[in-house]
């Protein structure tokens, strides 16, 4: 079963937006990923951050997590039209031993030049 | 290039056929992970490996499913007897290990299709 729910599904922005995803997930966890993946293709790690953790900033991506509300935001700035893509939260279970990560459905970006 | 690669990249069989997936991992990658994403969906865990171990398995894996990794380095998957429900991408990812938070790097994946 999918552990993390991406809320929305499908999102469409004019270049140059920014794009907000959220990810929920229900159990603790060790870390949460962000990950995209373009049509068809293989994922392509964007940004972790740890449970300890509450922000995080990589280039244009801003990541924010809060264990609380079991929640974590991905946001893009001044998107791009080459920012289309599914992204996917994955989240690390707490003693899940094996490192697997659960995803979650996708939220899919259009980035509509 | 040293990312995780896949072979082969597409897979057309029969139902009932056999068919066997490798992954090479990124060279020194102690874990290794297949998953499996069907249309519209993130991918799910199928089973894990620590060097030529294999940790876990999830209850995805049926008996038809078998997956090594002979040496700790290249791993394959294979499916037997195929089934139309087995159709989905297959993913391979590696990680380093050794520490608490490692990040998984995937390769491109192989697309089953089962007709």
């Known amino acids: 079963s999918q552990q993390g729910e991406e809320d929305p599904q499908a999102l469409s922005i004019q270049e140059g937006e920014n794009a907000t995803m959220n990810c929920s997930y229900k159990t603790s966890i060790n870390n949460l990923q962000w990950y995209r993946q373009n049509s068809g293709r293989g994922l392509v790690h964007l940004i972790l951050?740890?449970?300890?953790?509450r922000e995080k900033h990589s280039g244009r991506l801003r990541v924010t997590l809060d264990t609380s509300k079991k929640s974590s935001s991905l946001l893009i700035t001044a998107s791009r039209a080459a920012d289309t893509a599914s992204y996917f939260c994955a989240t690390e279970l707490t003693g899940a031993g094996s490192y697997q990560l659960t995803f979650g459905k996708g939220t899919k970006l259009s980035v509509i030049p | 290039d040293t990312g995780v690669s896949q072979d082969p990249r597409h897979k057309i069989t029969k139902r009932g056929q056999n068919v066997t997936f490798r992954c090479d991992p990124i060279s020194e990658h102690n874990r290794l992970y297949w998953y499996r994403q069907t249309l519209g969906q993130g991918p799910e865990f199928l089973t894990y490996f620590q060097n030529e171990a294999q940790l876990e398995k999830s209850r995805l894996l049926s008996d038809r499913f078998s997956a090594e990794r002979p040496k700790g380095s290249f791993s394959t998957l294979e499916i037997q007897r195929t089934e139309q429900g087995d159709s989905a991408m297959y993913l391979c990812a590696s990680s380093k290990g050794g520490g608490l938070w490692d990040e998984q790097y995937f390769g491109p994946g192989t697309r089953l299709t089962v007709t």
């Open positions: 951050i740890r449970s300890n953790e």
